[in-house]
C-alpha cells in the first residue's frame, strides 16, 4: 500500500531555530501540497509543486517559509527563523491528476517554544 | 475568491442514527468532489468522492449527493457507529489549478 512518507513526525524546537520539514510522495505522483493544521482546525493550502515547479505559494509567509523539490522523490518546507505561532501539524500530500485523490502523509507535528 | 462552506461544525447523533454534511462551493468549474476523513492524531483519509458528471454516489453505509445547478454536495452516512466519529472535510478541486478548495470540517459525534 503506497503512502506518503514525512519526516520527522515531531519536532520540538526553540524559537528563532530553523525547522526543515520533509516529504517523500507516493511513487510516480507529481503534484505535492504542503498544508498546515492547528488544533483540528482546517487544511490550510501554504503550497504546490506540480512536476517539481512550485505552482502556487501565496499561503506561505514569504519572509520566513520556503518550499522546494530538489527531485521527484522529497520535497521540503523550512522554516527560518521559527516561531511560536508556527506551532501546528504540517501535513504533505501527493496526487497525480486533478479529478484522483490526494493522498496525505501522517504529518509532522511541529512544537515552537 | 473560491471557498467551499461546510455545515453543520459540529454533529452529535445517536448510533444507529444518519448523519449529512452540507458543502457549497462557489466556483463554478470545480468538477471534482471528494470527502476526507480524519479521526484524532491522525491523517485525513479518502472516504469517497464523486465527479462532476455523476449525481450520486455509494459505498456501504457512505453516500454522496452533488447539485451542479445549487453548487453543493452533502455526504450521507447511515447507521452510524462509534467509529465514524472523526472530523469530516469536503473539499472542492477544478481543473487548471490541481489544488483542493477545502471546507472548514464537521466533528461528528456518534453517541453509544
Known amino acids: 500500500d503506497a503512502r506518503v512518507t514525512q519526516t520527522p513526525r515531531h519536532k520540538v524546537t526553540e524559537m528563532g531555530q530553523e525547522v526543515t520539514m520533509r516529504c517523500q510522495p507516493i511513487?510516480?505522483?507529481?503534484?505535492v501540497f504542503w498544508y498546515r493544521q492547528t488544533m483540528m482546525q482546517g487544511l490550510e493550502l501554504l503550497a504546490y509543486?506540480?512536476?517539481?515547479?512550485?505552482?502556487?505559494d501565496s499561503g506561505m509567509p514569504k519572509d520566513r517559509f520556503s518550499a522546494e523539490m530538489p527531485d521527484a522523490t522529497l520535497a521540503t518546507l523550512k522554516i527560518q527563523p521559527s516561531e511560536p505561532r508556527d506551532s501546528a501539524v504540517y501535513f504533505c500530500a501527493s496526487g497525480l491528476v486533478l479529478g484522483k485523490p490526494q493522498h496525505f502523509g501522517d504529518g509532522t507535528r511541529l512544537s515552537i517554544l | 475568491g473560491e471557498n467551499v462552506e461546510q455545515h453543520p461544525s459540529t454533529l452529535s447523533v445517536q448510533e444507529g442514527d444518519s448523519a449529512v454534511i452540507k458543502c457549497t462551493y462557489s466556483d463554478s468549474a470545480s468538477n471534482y468532489f471528494p470527502w476526507y476523513k480524519q479521526e484524532l492524531g491522525k491523517r485525513p483519509q479518502l472516504i469517497i468522492d464523486?465527479?462532476?458528471?455523476?449525481g450520486e454516489k455509494k459505498d456501504q453505509r457512505i453516500a454522496v449527493t452533488l447539485n451542479k445547478t445549487a453548487k453543493h454536495f452533502s455526504l450521507h452516512i447511515t447507521e452510524t457507529q462509534p467509529e465514524d466519529s472523526a472530523v469530516y472535510f469536503c473539499a472542492a478541486g477544478a481543473g487548471g489549478t490541481y489544488k483542493y478548495i477545502f471546507g472548514t470540517g464537521t466533528r461528528l459525534k456518534v453517541l453509544a
Open positions: 511513487l510516480g505522483h507529481n503534484t
Open positions: 464523486i465527479r462532476s458528471n455523476v
Open positions: 509543486f506540480r512536476n517539481r515547479a512550485p505552482l502556487d
